[in-house]
Structures are given as C-alpha cells and as structure tokens.
C-alpha cells in the first residue's frame, strides 16, 4: 500500500497540461478503477502504473508533471499531516538541526511513499529506498524519482532552508542499482 497522493496530486497536474480526457484515459490504462477519495492507503500497483504510464506516454512531460505532482504531495503533507508549531519550530532552528529532526520524521513515515520499498536515511541529507515501487521493472539510463524527489525537495524548502535542492543520484531502474538515492545540499 502506498499514500493517495502518489495518484491525487499527478492526476491534476496531467489535466492542466492534456486535460481530464487524457487523463481519464490514463487512468484506464494503467487499470486504476477510480480516482482515490485520499481517505486510505492504496494499492502501490495502482500509483505505480499511473506514474509508469505517464513516463511511457509523455516522456518528455513526465519528469515536469512528476515533479509538479511532488510538490503538490509535501504541500499536502505540509499543511494536513505537520502541525504548524513543528513548523514554526523546524525554521527555527538551524537548518543541521532542523534537517535531522526532519528526517527522523520522514524515516518514521516512509511506509507511506515508499510502500513496499525500503526506505533508509543516510544521514539527514541522504536518503535511499531500495526496491522502489514507484519505478519498479522499469529500465532507464536516468534517474526516473522526480516524484519523491519533489516532496523531499519542498519539505526541506519549507521547514529547513528556502534553497535546499534534492536531486536523485541512482536510481534503480538504472542498470547497477539497487536503490532510489537522493541527495540533498542546501
């Protein structure tokens, strides 16, 4: 099982670029019954496909659309799951500090964007999931985790510093990898 919002937030960004026929018919391609009320969890298969089928259909659009939808889940995250006094005492700290706390809270929370990925902090700035279902039996030469990469990007942007960059380094529908890394600088 894996958060809504790996579908709630892509299927809006894929509307506002080809409109809701187009992803409508996404949608049935990637064998998704229906939108999720964002209620419960559900099935990672079902996100994955949809984010499969998006990088297939749109290749060019997809990173963009990913990212937007990235964006789209932490804003989510940071204004329904993150109580605003977390918030206000992440920036107050400095940003080493505030990183780790942060981290810690998104290493307890994987299970919720990774599924059944493996999710492991390398430290506050690194992070890998292993097994990504996100991307799972996909073959690339590039990094394919805009999505994730998006939400830990405006996380960080929000409640440790306005320039942190999170860029995915490997990812592991890259021949040799075995896991997603994401590296974040601030």
Known sequence: MIGPNAILQLVPQIERTCGAARAAQMLARAGVAE?????RMIPEGDAARLHQALRRDMPEMAPDLAAKAGTATADYILAHRIPQPVHWLL???PA???ARMLSRAITRHAWTFAGSGRFV?????????????IVQGEHSDVPLCQWHAAVFQQLYRTLVGPHVLCVETACCAMPGHASCQFKLTP
Do not use: H, K, T
Not at 35 to 39: A, F, V, W
Not at 121 to 133: L, M, T, V
């Open 35 to 39: 939108m999720p009320d964002g209620s």
């Open 91 to 93: 920036r107050a700290l």
């Open 96 to 98: 080493p500090v505030a």
């Open 121 to 133: 902090a390398r430290g506050p700035w690194r992070f890998e999931i292993a097994d990504n279902p």
